[in-house]
């Protein structure tokens, strides 16, 4: 901000939903502090680099539990050194989260919006604990919440659209949805959920043409970054119930080749792999056949 003094350390959120450090400007390793953090015999020195090397051994396989519940060790150590820094809050608070420890991942979330009263973070994961909780009234107010923050993204009116999907409102779902594909138009993850909302009331068809509307390769031919990856799952569901087994595995395929994405923070990957086997046989067998 004009007038202030430039931040030698910064924040980034990236799209698994875990803060992890920088330097100046976003721009390389932040400062290393003067934490020491004891792990496991060890004195760790550099608060930004302990933070961001439990970020990267998480991602390598991030729907496994053995794994959130080692790099929650890591946070819970840090966080006894350095209560105060906000990424050692934030990721314990998520992967409570993911543990479904909701009343502390709650807890935690509070205290971190206390940190950084502007973050919308903290409010939509407290909302997203609610809804586990079943606590409707808290999983609007925080939900709205967070859009008031941040009404320019688009992650809070998305939310409450799967949210009132998935909780059988479907007129609601359909009035966020919409509002959501018209203000972000090239956010992938409003187009699955408008295919989502038709899956729902039996339009498949309708579904699949929005779906493969969505870019998922560049100029090239190479894989873009910027879709959400949920769409080759509902794709290989339309396309195995099509009897198209070839392509369904090739969806399969695509979400196992990125096992750090935030899709498995909701899917298991184990689950997805026997999807796999199944598909592989059917395939062959129907190349078989004809």
Not at 97 to 102: P, T, V, W
Not at 228 to 247: N, T
Not at 277 to 287: D, S
């Amino acid at each position: 901000m004009p007038g202030k003094p430039t931040p030698e350390g910064t924040f980034i959120r990236n799209k698994q939903d875990f803060i992890v450090c920088t330097g100046k400007d976003f721009q390389g390793p932040g400062p290393a502090g003067t934490t020491e953090i004891q792990w496991r015999g060890n004195t760790e020195q550099d608060v930004g680099r302990f933070n961001n090397e439990t970020v990267t051994e998480l991602l390598k396989d991030i729907s496994n539990t053995r794994n959130q519940e080692l790099a929650l060790e890591r946070f819970e150590a840090a966080l006894k050194a350095d209560p105060q820094f906000y990424p050692f809050l934030y990721n314990s608070a998520r992967l409570n989260l993911l543990l479904r420890n909701f009343d502390e991942a709650i807890r935690l979330f509070e205290r971190s919006s206390g940190l950084i009263p502007r973050d919308p973070g903290p409010y939509m994961n407290i909302a997203r604990a609610c809804e586990e909780l079943q606590d409707h009234r808290c999983v609007m107010h925080y939900y709205q919440k967070a859009y008031e923050l941040a009404p320019l993204r688009p992650d809070a009116i998305y939310a409450l659209g799967i949210y009132s999907l998935e909780t059988d409102r479907k007129p609601q779902a359909r009035i966020y949805l919409k509002q959501g594909l018209d203000r972000f138009p090239d956010d992938s993850r409003m187009k699955i959920g408008m295919a989502r909302l038709y899956l729902s009331s039996g339009d498949r068809l309708r579904a699949q043409v929005l779906l493969e509307s969505i870019p998922t390769e560049t100029l090239t031919g190479e894989r873009r970054q910027d879709y959400d990856l949920s769409l080759h799952y509902y794709l290989a569901d339309i396309y195995r119930e099509s009897r198209d087994y070839a392509r369904a595995l090739d969806q399969i395929n695509v979400l196992l080749a990125n096992p750090g994405d935030p899709f498995f923070l909701e899917h298991n990957r184990a689950g997805l792999e026997k999807e796999k086997e199944v598909l592989e046989r059917l395939a062959e067998a129907q190349a078989a056949s004809d």
